[in-house]
Structures are given as structure tokens and as C-alpha cells.
């Protein structure tokens, strides 16, 4: 997945109102209106709505800085009621 893939104005605007109606705070909902999200954090966002199951782990590492993971991250956490992992060992984390 690449950094540098940009969705229209319109479907920024579109999406973006859809992930604040998503149950999340006015200050998460403000922070989301005023990003440019990129393309890749929707088909995350999207493989989240699927039905889950318990073998499965969506991981996304990206090399390049800057891309928003940290942003999709803390979104995930408020809105979805998601979990962050960080500063542990991948081993701990892969067989948890």
C-alpha cells in the first residue's frame, strides 16, 4: 500500500463524515474533519467491518513515515473501541 494515493475532495468529505458519525467524540470528530486522509487507511477501516473471527490479525507496517498510522491508530482506539500494542516485543504480540 502506498502513501501517496489521494481519494477526490468530495470523497474525503463523504468518508470523513461517515467515520465521525461512527461513534466518535467531538474532539476525535474535529481531528477527522479537518485531516486528508489517504486511501489505504479505508480498506483497513473497511476489513475491520467485516465480520471478525479469532485467527485472524490485520497487520500493516509501513516503511515511509508520515502515512497517518498513528492517526488511523488513535481513531481505532476512540471510535471502535479498539487496542494498541505498543512498545512490546512482536513475539509477545504475534502469539498473544
Known amino acids: ?3 501517496n ?6 470523497h474525503i468529505s463523504i468518508l470523513t463524515d461517515m467515520l465521525v458519525q461512527a461513534k466518535t467524540s467531538a ?9 486528508q486522509w489517504y486511501t489505504w ?6 476489513e475491520l467491518a467485516r465480520n471478525p473471527d479469532q485467527r485472524s490479525v490485520i497487520w500493516f507496517h509501513e516503511e515511509v513515515g508520515n502515512s497517518g ?12 473501541n479498539g487496542i494498541s500494542f505498543e512498545n512490546g516485543k512482536s513475539n509477545d504480540i504475534k502469539y498473544a
Open 41 to 46: 487507511p479505508f480498506l483497513i477501516l473497511r
Open 27 to 35: 474532539r476525535i470528530g474535529q481531528e477527522l474533519r479537518e485531516t
Open 69 to 80: 498510522k498513528t492517526h488511523l491508530s488513535k481513531y481505532i482506539v476512540a471510535a471502535l
Open 5 to 10: 494515493c489521494f481519494v477526490s475532495e468530495k
Open 1 to 3: 500500500m502506498s502513501g
